[in-house]
């Protein structure tokens, strides 16, 4: 029971955040799954997570430059 009661609240979460979404279309009803959504937030939130770490090491070392990112 505590399973089933999982699995609805992770796809209630994800769909109240736009990963997943629903369509219902008498037709076609279906459930899509936004994979383009899902990379574009998980980047801005790597992206955040590395800024806030790099401005973290400077206000330990002020004196320390920042490094420079790696070209891709």
Do not use: C, H, Y
Request: charged letters at 30%; proline letters at 7%.
């Amino acid at each position: 029971m505590r399973g089933i009661l999982l699995i609805i609240l992770v796809v209630l979460v994800l769909a109240v955040v736009g990963w997943i979404t629903f369509n219902r279309d008498p037709a076609r009803p279906g459930v899509n799954i936004e994979t383009q959504k899902m990379k574009d937030d998980t980047k801005k939130a790597v992206d955040k997570g590395a800024d806030l770490l790099r401005k973290a090491g400077q206000s330990i070392n002020p004196d320390s430059e920042p490094e420079q990112e790696p070209s891709k």
